[in-house]
């Protein structure tokens, strides 16, 4: 063995090395991004269940089309190969097919015919998914809700029930949500990806789209239009609940507000006088902001600032105590509060359950 080839066995080597790792790597990363919701791949709704068996058409016929123009192209080059010296010893030009009349159709029509029946399922899909299904036809509960974008959280509100609340949507198993949206500030997307597709959130002028959600459970939804620094950080969740959790969730959302005592009622009393009735709306008190979130039922959600926190009393003190910490650019400002204030707010804003 020369050196020549011992350098060239080496290299093969390294190459072989480097291969086998990038192909490690991509399969980690494809695997990783499979992982957990919110994902296209597992719908929970009608429409994002057509969306998704059309995916799945295409990659099937792109898969077919790949098969057939590659196997070809192996085949011929097997077939037709000069390669190696005894294949070279014998081999003679091939028939040339300049003009073949019968290939030219064959390559024209077959494609033709193959994205006619593509574009036939594509349409089809859409017309499905954009027509709003009447309710009286399905005969399923019909849940109103309006969404309204805010830079950067998601205000929901049910008018048929007199609900407003943020972050967190509610909606009974099988029902028909239609959905209309609007924002306050900047254009956002609304997209829930297990109920379908994104619909654009804009100042000025409300769009509608609907979904049917099919199976219980929480769904991740994510604002899918950049719009500003906490972009990332404007999530919701969807919690899809048989009618019965559905209707005890309602009774709560519309239940007075508490009597209050000690910490909390303290809480209160603070909140009231100071600066957070100038943004926050809690019914059935003075404060009726509209800038911040609706807090009357604050203490039954279970995330908090665009879904950037899970709400329990820790993660509650911390966003009182420096907003700008956990959440960079929100519009919630600090307010320089004292640890016992925190304590008490905590307790009250926890008790509005
Ligand atoms: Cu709202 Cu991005």
Known sequence: MNVRMKGEKRGRMLTNRIVRR??????IIFVAGCAGAPSTLSPASTSAQRITDLMWGFAAAAALGFLVVEGLLLYSLSRFSYYGKERLEKASLPVQTEGNRFFEAAWTIIPAVFLLILFIFTV???????????????????????????????????????IVTANEMHAPVNSLVYVSVDSVDVIHSFWVPQMGGKIDVIPGHTNHTW???????????????????????????????????????????????????????????DFLNGSCVGCHTIDGTKAAGIVGPNLTHVGSRHILAGAVIVNTPDNLAAWLANPQAIKPGAKMPDLGLTQSQIQRLVAFLESLK
Not at 22 to 27: E, H, K, Q
Not at 216 to 238: F, K, P, Q, V, W
Request: proline letters at 6%.
């Open 22 to 27: 990038l192909v490690g790597v991509a399969f």
């Open 124 to 162: 089809t899909t859409l017309w499905a998914i954009t027509t709003r299904p009447s309710s009286a036809s399905a005969d399923p509960q019909v849940v109103n809700l309006h969404v309204v974008g805010h830079q950067w959280w998601w205000e929901f509100q049910y008018p048929d029930l007199n």
């Open 211 to 269: 979904f049917q959600p099919t199976e219980a459970g929480t769904y991740i939804g994510e604002c899918s239009e950049y719009c500003g620094t906490e972009h990332a950080n404007m999530r919701m969740d969807l919690i899809v609940e048989t009618m019965d959790d559905f209707n005890a969730w309602v009774k709560q959302m519309q239940a007075p507000l508490p009597t209050l005592t000690g910490d909390a009622a303290q809480g209160e009393q």
